[in-house]
């Protein structure tokens, strides 16, 4: 969805009016969250609930592939050790259906190996669980 906002400007230039107008168009950010916690998920979703025009929040990556097919976000934010679906497989399906998507990976145990093959494929960020939510806010203002 996007917010048009038009704004014209009236100036008198050696008396003439001049009116100039200007379309503004903002893009909203939505936000998905993955992860097998729902408690956790809720927790980021809270955190980041007011840099957001939208978030949505499941524990099933399926579900979110039907959410992205109808719309499209602009983050994803998701633990990588999923249940039902393998890390690469998850950020290729998120690739499909939100292309330009900024995907963002927390774990428990992430190894070189695979966030080296994850930024190759485009995730723009990785935390390892535990993390706090104010340097987790933080870095995700620096990606906005």
Known sequence: ?????????????????IINYRQIVV???????????QSHG???????KDLFSAVYSTTNPFDAQRMLKQQPVNFV???????LIE???????????SAGAAIVIWSASLSIEFEETARELGVRDFFEKPF?????????LNIM
């Open 27 to 37: 893009q909203e950010k939505t936000a998905l969250i993955i992860d097998n916690d």
């Open 1 to 17: 969805m996007k917010l048009i906002i038009l704004w014209h400007s009236i100036c008198v230039n050696k008396g003439i009016l």
């Open 77 to 83: 934010f998701t633990e990588m050790n999923l249940e």
């Open 132 to 140: 706090n939510l104010q340097v987790f806010r933080e870095r995700i």
């Open 87 to 97: 890390g690469t497989e998850l950020i290729q399906m998120i690739k499909k259906y």
């Open 42 to 48: 809720k927790g980021v979703a809270t955190a980041l």
